[in-house]
């Protein structure tokens, strides 16, 4: 058992963290392939990052929450946020399970967001 544990924390940047998942997960908003963006908007960067970093569990615990608060963050720097009155829980649990596509996702946080002035 304590061998498994060491053999977790070596791929950790911290144990529960695995860096390689999460630089990925930092980096695919910003994907550009032969000149084409594959996101090309805010909201699908913010659905590839969320779906990115709640799909790859790239936190042992916490994945969704740090999932949802990561797009959060990038929204609101980009001048949106949720609607705290959406049905976030619900939509999380959505993303974990697979059910939606990531355009379903980028749909998802355009209708549940909320314009407002950028953070600088």
């Not at 860096?19 to 980096?27: I, P, V």
């Not at 916490?62 to 949802?68: N, V």
Request: charged share 25%; aromatic share 10%; hydrophobic share 40%.
């Amino acid at each position: 058992m304590m061998q498994e544990i060491e053999a977790e924390r070596q791929w950790c940047l911290h144990p529960g963290i695995y860096e390689n998942l999460l630089l990925g997960c930092l980096e695919r908003p910003q994907v550009v392939i032969g000149g084409y963006e594959p996101y090309p908007d805010v909201f699908s960067k913010a659905a590839a990052l969320l779906e990115c970093i709640i799909s790859s569990n790239t936190f042992i615990d916490g994945s969704k929450r740090t999932g949802f608060e990561s797009c959060e963050l990038f929204l609101e720097l980009n001048g949106y946020r949720i609607d705290p009155g959406a049905a976030i829980v619900e939509f999380l649990l959505a993303v974990a399970r697979d059910d939606l596509n990531l355009s379903e996702v980028s749909n998802w946080l355009k209708e549940n967001s909320l314009k407002v002035s950028k953070v600088k």
